[in-house]
């Protein structure tokens, strides 16, 4: 199993976060592109399920899955996004995305009065925590 790349965005399209473990191929797109690109394509289906859906869903858009890889999408009450794309071996991660979330986003994040919730996340410390979570996860291939 392999965790390729993790998106954090918040409630209005700012990309805070980005991190890469195990990508082979990088995108030919300067990297604001990539984060615009990816935002707008997940707000894309987000309204598409919630337009095309047969009966009221609670949860909605949860993962996307292509025939090389699959998008793990979790969204917070205070509207942040997290997107992970992994290989096709990888389940439901949803309480990986919660858990990343409340024990490292928000410990290191909003508890922090030096971070900014509206600006690129340049904190070492929020950084080091989310490698050393993500590698250590199941999910994990070196």
């Known amino acids: 199993m392999t965790i390729y790349n993790l998106y954090l965005y918040d409630r209005l399209g700012t990309c805070l976060y980005y991190g890469e473990w195990n990508r082979t191929k990088a995108s030919d797109l300067p990297r604001e592109e990539e984060f615009k690109l990816m935002y707008g394509m ?5 309204s598409f399920i919630a337009r095309m859906s047969p009966t009221d869903q609670k949860d909605g858009f949860l993962n996307l899955q292509t025939s090389k890889y699959k998008l793990h999408f979790y969204e917070t009450p205070s509207g942040h996004k997290l997107i992970l794309n992994t290989d096709l071996t990888v389940g439901d ?7 990343i979330y409340k024990d490292i986003f928000v410990e290191y994040v909003v508890k922090n009065p030096l971070c900014s919730l509206d600006e690129t996340l340049t904190s070492d410390l929020f950084k080091s ?3 050393e979570y993500v590698r250590g996860l199941p999910a994990f291939a070196s």
Do not use: G, N
């Open 42 to 46: 997940i707000f894309s289906m987000k």
């Open 93 to 99: 991660i949803r309480e990986t995305l919660h858990t």
């Open 129 to 131: 925590k989310m490698d």
